[in-house]
RNA sequence: GCGCUCGUAGUGAAGUUGGCCUAUCACGCCUCCCUGUCACGGAGGAGAUCGCCGGUUCGAAUCCGGUCGAGCGCGCCA
């Protein structure tokens, strides 16, 4: 007796198999029953006649998901009985023996409905959605992918090395899960929020290439594209190295592989542009940009410099977008643009139409026509084109029609799921404003190096420090970050020094990373690397706009395990034992 | 923590300008019939305190207030 799946059965036609699965719908004919028998690979219909009395008499009780096994004879369906509609349509099992290896009460999901349940009872009996074929593709694609990247790896001579799961809180960054740690009463370990200094002491303790799908743990508020709790990454790092080019060029080819063989997309372009931090905030209105449409931001600062309209006037900055077809849009769409357009900051959005050669706009007649004129230039306007502005301190104005950009590439549905736009998004400042706080703080990484080193950090006023640039970089996939890195500060130096720029002093630095800066005092290489995000770039390459979506086993957004019911309660003697 | 949206049989939806709701439909579930179906078909049946609490009203699934839960966004995420 040869063991098959569903699919396998087309290539075994006269012989006797067993095959087994879950039954995914029994037709019963009175003296005849048809049982489809469902495994990962498909469907394959199972005869059985009453001739086979005990066969007979346990498929009549058959009901759906029971889990069972048959054996029996592949045939060819005769004429007109054929169904096209599944690969194994052409053939069948006639059933000498059947097994039930298991019962299934009713379900509380459909799994298999056109009507899908809602998220949380999906959650909540995942191993039921799990049986959807789209989630059993999803799980082997995931371990594709994770494949491609090893292979990829190792051909590129990087050796995975795991680091610790039980490690140190980090003082910056997101906030830690925290053990308590049972042989040192009082004191607590955190899961990683990376491996960061750990891969660092790889460089330093002679790995000249490290990586790592490394699991990573933050207990910070979830988001669409944002797990909660728990995710992996593609850590890597490289020695000897101290330009960040050397790294994404390093990892250029792995992205491209991953969007082209491995989920069929085409890319926007072979050539991965790299835009600074500064251009992208000017051109896209934030720092990670979707390349699949244009709409960049024009500024009008220029055109409006002598204006006497107010809103305009009394603005640091004026830019605006134009959007192709945007005339169409109606007043209550436009009120919804603007409803978006205040709550990032804006105070409200002026707009211009124009049809047949007209502008029709509340503001146009503030506007004189030399102004009119000169932006129908600068944005190259055509009938049918609607124009949004923002005037504003040129930071809001960035940061609100970089998200109307966004909106209205919804709106008109410009994002081609076929397409992968990538770009690396380099040189972003070292330090930023800490608007809520009032002072200067660390806009990334505080590991990463400042472009110029030691000598760029003879900085005395906020704007000085505000200025320096970190040679640290982003690569943006369709809109998402999917990769951080950095060439990495492995100079004691330097870092005393930016840490030192911000009023922290030297034993602050020693206190929270004294195991890194002991080390970077015996020989630390030059070293840069980078992290990605693969969860979250295997969602947009697999077209999905919800990270859950692609996970086994999420957690909901308040951090609930619906399945498993964790976080849970814990017996006193627990958290006696813990000292707790 | 804040904002927006949502919450109706096991599941997915309809009903939400108060009364025609004794709450509709589909799938699922239960009983019976059926030898070529494949979303099998046919006959019958059970199943909902309309998330929860309170209020307005002669009357609330529907209006109001509160509360709980979910999703999305903001804050947060070096």
Redesign the pocket.
């Known amino acids: 007796m040869k063991r098959t799946y569903a699919i396998d059965a087309i290539a075994t036609i006269g012989e006797e198999i067993t095959a087994s699965g879950w039954v995914?719908?029994?037709?019963?004919?009175?003296?005849?029953i048809?049982i489809?028998l469902r495994d990962h690979t498909g469907?394959l219909?199972l005869?059985i006649?009453?001739?086979i009395a005990e066969a007979f008499r346990l498929a009549e009780t058959l009901?759906?998901e029971f889990v069972i096994s048959a054996d029996g004879l592949v045939r060819s369906?005769?004429e007109?009985?054929?169904?096209d509609?599944?690969p194994t349509?052409g053939v069948?099992v006639?059933v000498s023996t059947l097994t039930i290896l298991n019962r299934a009460e009713?379900?509380?999901?459909?799994p298999f409905?056109?009507?899908?349940?809602?998220?949380?009872?999906r959650?909540k009996y995942r191993y039921l959605d799990l049986r959807r074929p789209k989630m059993q593709k999803l799980l082997r694609a995931r371990a594709e992918m994770f494949s491609q990247i090893r292979t990829f790896m190792e051909n590129n001579e990087f050796i995975e090395v795991t680091t610790p799961i039980l490690a140190n809180s980090?003082p910056?960054?997101?906030?830690d899960f925290l053990i308590p740690a049972r042989l040192q009463p009082g004191k607590f370990y955190a899961l990683p929020?990376?491996p960061?200094q750990f891969k660092q002491l790889l460089m330093v303790g002679g790995v000249p290439r490290y990586y790592q799908l490394a699991a990573c743990f933050?207990d910070?508020?979830?988001?669409?594209?944002?797990l909660y709790g728990e995710f992996y990454q593609l850590d890597a790092e490289i020695s000897f190295i101290d330009d960040g080019e050397d790294v994404r060029r390093t990892f250029d080819p792995l992205i491209k592989q991953l969007a082209t063989d491995f989920a069929s997309k085409s890319l926007l372009s072979e050539d991965i542009p790299r835009i600074s931090y500064v251009e992208a905030m000017e051109r896209f209105g934030t720092d990670k940009p979707d390349l699949r449409f244009s709409m960049e931001l024009v500024d009008l600062t220029d055109v409006f410099a002598n204006t006497e309209f107010g809103v305009f006037k009394n603005a640091d900055c004026v830019k605006a977008i134009r959007v192709a077809g945007g005339a169409s849009l109606s007043r209550k769409q436009i009120d919804n643009f603007t409803e978006i357009a205040k709550?990032?900051g804006a105070g409200g959005l002026a707009y211009i139409t124009y049809e047949a050669g007209v502008e029709k706009s509340p503001i146009a007649k503030f506007l004189s026509e030399t102004e009119l004129a000169g932006l129908r230039d600068k944005l190259q306007v055509t009938d049918g084109d609607a124009v949004f502005f923002g005037a504003d301190r040129r930071m809001i104005v960035n940061k609100v029609l970089g998200?109307l950009r966004n909106e209205f590439a919804t709106h008109f549905k410009l994002k081609d799921p076929n397409i992968i736009a990538l770009c690396w998004i380099v040189d972003f400042p070292f330090y930023?404003w800490?608007?809520?706080r009032r002072r200067v703080?660390?806009?990334?990484?505080?590991?990463s190096m400042p472009k110029g080193g030691l000598g760029s950090l003879d900085v005395a006023t906020d704007e000085e420090k505000l200025a320096i640039v970190a040679d640290q970089y982003d690569m943006v996939m369709n809109g998402y970050e999917i990769c951080?890195g950095g060439v990495r500060n492995h100079n004691p130096e330097v870092l005393y020094k930016v840490f030192g720029l911000l009023g922290y002093d030297k034993d602050y630095v020693e206190a929270k990373f004294g195991a890194m800066l002991n080390a970077f005092k015996y020989g630390a290489p030059p070293h840069a690397g980078c992290?990605f995000g693969v969860d979250r770039m295997f969602m947009e390459l697999m077209g999905e706009s919800?990270?859950?979506e692609v996970i086994a086993f999420p957690k909901?957004?308040?951090g609930?395990d619906l399945m498993m019911n964790s976080p849970s309660a814990v017996e006193p003697e627990q958290l006696k034992e813990l000292g707790l």
């Open positions: 995914q719908s029994r037709r019963d004919h009175g003296g005849l048809f489809d469907i219909q005869v006649t009453p001739e009901r759906d369906r005769a007109g009985l054929v169904n509609k599944i349509g069948e006639v009713a379900l509380p999901i459909q409905s056109d009507a899908q349940a809602g998220e949380e009872l959650l980090s910056e960054g997101a906030r929020q990376a960061q933050r910070e508020d979830p988001r669409a594209d944002r709550n990032e998200r930023e800490d608007e809520t703080d660390f806009g990334h990484n505080p590991f951080s992290a919800n990270i859950r909901n957004g308040s609930v």
